[in-house]
């Protein structure tokens, strides 16, 4: 059985945000390519963001540091350390309000990876 001690992971992917030219840093936890469930963990310093996107499946979005903002359209919501934001089927970004790293939980649907 693994196991993930995602409080050293925050730690660690916050501390490769600082060095990033981009600010953010991001790392999968489990699951991947060819796999229905796929959970990354995505530092970004306070300002960083992911731009607009749609998500390939289901998806969620816990903060295990920091806080967040996530937009789609006029559609608006923040997240602190311990809360989960679910991910709605539409363009949406993420933005950190100060220094943050996130777990992103996506369940793809079966047809993104049939295309894959």
């Given at each position: 059985?693994?196991?993930?001690?995602?409080?050293?992971?925050a730690?660690?992917?916050?501390?490769?945000?600082?060095?990033?030219?981009?600010?953010?840093?991001?790392?999968?936890?489990?699951?991947?390519?060819?796999?229905?469930?796929?959970q990354?963990?995505?530092?970004?310093?306070?300002?960083?963001?992911?731009?607009?996107?749609?998500?390939?499946?289901?998806?969620?979005?816990?903060?295990?540091?920091?806080?967040?903002?996530?937009t789609?359209?006029?559609?608006?919501?923040?997240?602190?350390?311990?809360?989960?934001?679910?991910?709605?089927?539409?363009?949406?970004?993420?933005?950190?309000?100060?220094?943050?790293?996130?777990?992103?939980?996506?369940?793809?649907?079966?047809?993104?990876?049939?295309?894959?």
């Amino acid at each position: 059985m693994d196991r993930t001690s995602l409080t050293a992971l925050a730690r660690d992917e916050l501390d490769r945000a600082r060095t990033a030219p981009a600010q953010r840093s991001a790392r999968t936890v489990s699951g991947g390519s060819g796999h229905l469930l796929r959970q990354t963990a995505i530092a970004l310093l306070s300002g960083a963001s992911l731009s607009e996107h749609r998500n390939p499946g289901e998806a969620t979005v816990q903060v295990l540091l920091g806080r967040v903002r996530m937009t789609a359209g006029d559609d608006a919501g923040e997240a602190a350390e311990g809360e989960l934001l679910a991910v709605p089927d539409a363009v949406h970004a993420l933005e950190a309000l100060e220094d943050s790293v996130v777990l992103l939980t996506v369940a793809e649907h079966e047809q993104v990876l049939a295309e894959g």
